[in-house]
């Protein structure tokens, strides 16, 4: 992988800086991003323990909207490929219990039509109730056209689903993973989501053609009101973000910096951040080393689990 | 009015029994038929939605004639669609028809093609589910102009410079073409699928040797689609030199599209499809499985576990798959 910055990846670094100042949702000074790791189980404490990471991160929701985006992409009893459904159902209680007004989830599939259906399979159904009242399928979201302020990709515009737009928060909530074209899967390729399949079909090869990581950095500064909570209690390794292995970490990673957040997923996955190219555009260098992100909670080195990658990324590896 | 997933299961195995009878008249092989124990399957801790019938699904039209794809929504072109064809299925209202052919008409680009919904300034592949609509209640030259633009569709894996120059000089004027989902894009299996059946359809109006070449050289891609396991996924049966597996509503489609061909290939997938049928976990992934494999005489066998309609367009899909099964295909006739 090339690892040289260059110039647009430097002014990408300078983007993800405005970006954090526009949003208002955690109080406090924020220059150095902070990236909590915890360890978790979906057994036990999961509820208490997102709770804590929100109140860690000083995450002020009163009176907000705010959509959570888990990853849900195939059906999959085994939960190795979605999101699971508790981790979702103590973020939506988190935020409630912090007074948001509003707490919608939110999915848009890649491949599946069929998302409730996918969810059902998922255990989104039986795990949270009154899901369905609580879900918006954002494949088939009433849309609006949002106009791409210095794009990475060739992109100038994009339609995005309003529940997405309208929210003061969109929370990103990923399974660890690698994949197959660009690396590894996390907060920020989450966002892929957001993209409505009614527009760009299924999958929404229009953003493959426009370039992957490009697209990927373009989200991230279309939502630029986003907090990250990535479900590496069970992760996939090998051929993600689909047909992989699951690869337990028993972590969740969270934070306000999407870009400080993934980088510490890398690093706990033992992938160098620099060799993903969408952080690189998004971040720029500086802002993806280690020294730069304050860590809280465990230490990368005492959970660090080398994820097996497939040979076209073996150069990424730590 | 809502009709039970029971009272559903129940005018499906109906339906199947008298599919059954008229596929075997035709000298045609007809697949399982679900007993009825297994049509009782124990309830599930939350409760599955039950199917809206013609009634409801009427009920849920726009004030401007469209369908959305969720209650209060804004009309969209697909689920508008939809609505449509469940009402030539049967029952219907002449004047929403009417109303949802004019929103129809309305949305109607001046390229010919038909976008998502008319927010979004661009054509995309539901052109080619509304030209599966009758000509003549759409409007002859409404029609001809969004065949005119599908004809006009091509993936952009084929319509590249390199693609076209490694044509020439291979000597392949006949390049496996198919559709994509949005202009710029590659081609893959749903939107080919719905393109060859419009196409299928108009070429009964226009003789037409291009419809009928491109019509061939898109079930070819279809073809080069198939799965290790039989079956269609989105469009990529292999990545990165591993397989991937196929998809019961996918297949249900390309089934469909390729009706009139016979090659063995397809024995493989029509036995995937009948697998997938068993364990399907979707309501539209059965409705167009039960379509597909009714296209090839064959009725579709029914899944282990009771299944949700949750949507407007899975109850429609219901409602012409039922159809179908009864011999009446909207997609084919």
């Known amino acids: ?318 | 009015m809502w009709v039970g997933v029971e009272d559903a299961f129940s005018l499906g195995a109906n339906a199947r029994i008298g599919a059954v009878g008229r596929i075997s008249e035709l000298g045609m092989c007809a697949g399982e038929v679900c007993p009825a124990a297994s049509r009782l399957a124990p309830p599930t801790r939350h409760h599955p939605p039950k199917l809206m019938d013609i009634a409801t699904i009427i009920g849920l039209q726009n004030r401007d004639g469209g369908w959305s794809y969720r209650k209060a929504g804004s009309s969209w072109t697909e689920p508008t669609v939809f609505a449509l064809l469940a009402q030539l299925c049967g029952q219907s209202d002449a004047q929403s028809v009417e109303r949802g052919f004019t929103w129809l008409r309305a949305a109607q680009r001046p390229d010919g093609g038909w976008p998502p919904s008319p927010s979004i300034t661009q054509s995309t592949w539901f052109t080619a589910m509304v030209a599966l609509l009758p000509r003549d209640a759409l409007g002859g030259s409404h029609h001809a102009s969004a065949i005119g633009w599908l004809m006009g569709q091509t993936g952009q894996e084929t319509d590249s410079f390199a693609s076209r120059m490694r044509s020439e000089l291979l000597g392949t004027s006949n390049p496996r073409v198919g559709w994509p989902f949005f202009p710029g894009a590659a081609a893959w299996v749903t939107p080919t699928a719905m393109s060859i059946l419009a196409l299928e359809k108009a070429r009964r109006h226009l003789n037409s040797n291009g419809i009928q070449k491109r019509i061939e050289v898109g079930r070819q891609f279809l073809v080069d689609r198939l799965c290790k396991d039989g079956g269609w996924n989105y469009g990529r049966s292999n990545v990165l030199g591993v397989d991937a597996p196929s998809y019961p509503e996918t297949t249900g489609q390309a089934l469909l599209a390729l009706d009139e061909v016979e090659l063995p290939r397809l024995r493989n997938a029509l036995d995937a499809a009948q697998e997938q049928a068993r364990s399907c976990q979707s309501s539209e992934g059965l409705s167009w499985l039960q379509l597909g494999l009714q296209a090839h005489g064959i009725v579709a066998a029914s899944p282990a576990r009771r299944l949700a309609s949750r949507r407007l367009v899975d109850s429609a899909l219901w409602i012409l798959a039922q159809s179908a099964l009864r011999g009446h295909n909207v997609f084919l006739e």
């Open chain 1, 1 to 318: 992988m090339d690892s040289k910055i260059t110039r647009r990846e430097a002014l990408g670094a300078a983007a993800s800086g405005l970006a954090l100042t526009r949003c208002g949702l955690v109080s406090g000074s924020q220059s150095t991003p902070r990236v909590s790791i915890v360890r978790a189980s979906y057994a036990q404490g999961l509820y208490d323990t997102v709770r804590r990471l929100l109140v860690e991160h000083r995450v002020d929701v009163r009176g907000k909207r705010v959509v959570l985006k888990p990853n849900l992409v195939e059906f999959d009893p085994g939960t190795t490929i979605n999101t699971h459904p508790m981790l979702v159902h103590a973020a939506l209680e988190a935020f409630r219990g912090l007074g948001a007004a509003d707490v919608r989830i939110a999915e848009g599939p890649g491949h599946r039509r069929v998302t409730l259906d996918l969810a059902d399979a998922a255990g989104y159904f039986e795990t949270i109730p009154h899901f369905e009242d609580l879900f918006t399928d954002l494949n088939t979201d009433d849309v609006s056209q949002v106009l791409l302020r210095d794009p990475f990709s060739r992109l100038t515009s994009m339609y995005f689903p309003n529940t997405a737009l309208a929210a003061d928060l969109v929370v990103s909530i990923p399974k660890m993973k690698t994949h197959h074209w660009v690396g590894a899967t996390l907060s920020m390729k989450n966002f892929f989501g957001l993209a409505p399949g009614s527009v760009y079909g299924w999958p929404k090869n229009v953003l493959h053609w426009a370039g992957i990581d490009e697209c990927i950095a373009d989200f991230h500064s279309a939502f630029p009101r986003h907090f990250a909570i990535v479900d590496g209690v069970v992760g996939m390794e090998g051929n993600g973000p689909i047909q992989g292995n699951p690869k337990p970490v028993g972590v969740l990673v969270a934070g306000r910096d999407m870009t400080a957040v993934d980088a510490t997923c890398c690093r706990i996955m033992k992938i160098n951040p620099s060799g993903i190219r969408y952080l690189r555009l998004a971040a720029g260098p500086n802002h993806l080393d280690e020294e730069n992100i304050r860590q809280i909670g465990e230490h990368i080195k005492s959970v660090q689990t080398p994820f097996e990658l497939i040979p076209q990324f073996h150069t990424i590896r730590l």
